[in-house]
């Protein structure tokens, strides 16, 4: 049996016992983007205190997370490393427990490999020393980088970072496992070892980075960083879930490049995803501006949501993303983002939002709240979705709308994405299906029943169905003609058991499925079910 295959039988082992040590996405601070290796005591004990005053603990900022450089140069003879003690005077228990008093919950950062990325010693053979000492000082988080591990492929990352969760599962003990190994594998010219990475740090560990730092306090462009680490994320829906967050990084509310709307808008869409919210700034200087952004109770709701859904693109041109994900009451979530230069309005459609029930809902007007500004409105059905004026160049809008029936009248809606060569599916006229730059178009926009049934906003008397290898929207065949979506990123035709692909001249075919490639490798939007892992021929043995 393939490591692949045995992944997929513990899953539902470790899906439960994620569910236990971290239910939804943490919060807190972290001190790396802000202060880097100007790591101290001062920084934790001050950060505890204005967070205790300034509102950020009552909102949920619960927890303080050391970065890297808070030990020594060189390990103590019985093998455990040794707290830098100008750093830390009082020590990492001392320090552990006085936060814990002021209502935080402390956590700590090592290395896989060999050294820390700041050149500190790394866990690499000292794995059972450093966990044992890590609890016995008081931590309850950890997160493990990946600087400076053997050479070697995903395999390597595999092994070193599954000794981890198996000597951590063996204390017994919850702590959550932050893991770091996706990132060093996201920029091969061939995603297969990236997409593995990420299924298994799915199940090895609570949160998992997939993506570059984003920009420290004082270097770099903020906003690009931002935007760099939001375009990994939309393409990593199907890894979430209770339990487990992708993790596009830190939230920087005091970067010196970013404009108001930035800060916003990088907040916005982390909730959007539901991932970890970990502010790294300088606390006690925040000013009372940025405390009101990012404790926001009604974007920190929708990011603590239960379903914990990740949002995903329902449509993409050059200036706009819209987004959306259910709530677990049942509302829809949208989020508009203006990528463009400059302010402009915008327009979404009910069909966009995934609304496919307003006429037996009997409802005169759908119930929309703005998240930034608490304001409700009614807007009649007839305005035929939703309209936002001056979208601030690099800003957002976040609209939460309210059920009309009972249960969620909401039908998973949005581009199915190639995440490799970042083309969305597009359908035609003609019925022919290709792969396309993506754009403001109904061609682009897809809905998926729970049946599998999959059509295009632009012919939704159509579905899309395999014609011999060939894939098409047609009236005809749309009941054998149902989709399943798995983990691996694999859309699969129930009826040829062929994958979805995309060809070199962007046709859109469907072929025999193989493992994790590029073509076949593709992001559907949120509320999609997912049916597990797709085992290839070349993995059955």
Known sequence: MKPIIQWAAMCAFVVRCHLLTLPLPPMGFNNWARFTTNNSESIFVEAAEAMSRNGLLAAGYNRLNLDDAWSTMARAQNGSMVWDPVKFPRGLPWLTEHVRSKGFIPGIYTDAGSASCAGYPGSLGHE????ADFRAWGFEYLKLDGCHLPPGSEVTYREVYGRWATVMAETGESMVFAV???????????????????LWASLYGN????????????????WRSIMANYDHHVGLARFQRP?????????????????????????????T???????????????????????????????????????????????????????DNGDRLVTILNRGAFADSVHVSWEEVGFFSLASAAAAAVHVTDLWSGQNESIPVSA???????????????????????????????????????????????GSITWAECEE??????TVSARGRIRSLSRPDKCVVDEGGRVRSRSDGCDVHAWNYHISGNLVNGASWRCLTESPDGSALAE??????????????????????LVSERQRD
Not at 180 to 198: Q, V
Not at 244 to 271: G, R, T, V
């Open 128 to 131: 059972e020393t450093d966990v």
């Open 180 to 198: 770091s190994a996706p990132a060093y594998l996201s920029d091969r010219d061939k995603l297969a070892d990236f997409y593995a990475g990420m």
């Open 207 to 222: 949160v998992a980075r997939h993506s570059a730092d984003v920009a420290t306090h004082a270097r770099g462009d903020g």
């Open 243 to 271: 339990g487990y967050f992708n993790d596009a990084d830190l939230l920087i509310p005091d970067q010196w490049s970013l404009s108001m709307d930035e800060k916003k808008s990088q907040f916005a869409l982390w909730c």
């Open 273 to 327: 995803f539901s991932a970890p919210l970990l502010l790294s700034a300088d606390i006690p200087s925040l000013s009372d501006e940025v405390l009101a952004i990012f404790t926001n109770e009604r974007l920190i709701a929708v990011n603590q949501d239960p379903l914990v859904q990740q949002g995903t693109l329902v449509r993409r041109s050059y200036y706009w993303d819209i987004l959306a994900k259910n709530l």
């Open 384 to 430: 035929g979705g939703i309209t936002r004026n001056g979208v601030p160049s690099h800003g957002t809008a976040v609209l939460r709308i309210a059920k009309t029936t009972p249960g969620s009248p909401f039908r998973p809606t949005g581009i199915i994405l190639n995440t490799a060569s970042r083309r969305c599916l597009t359908d035609s006229p003609s």
């Open 441 to 446: 178009s109904h061609a682009q926009v897809w």
């Open 512 to 533: 025999p499925c193989g493992h994790l490639l590029d073509e076949q490798v593709v992001a559907l939007p949120a509320g999609v079910e997912l049916v597990g892992l």
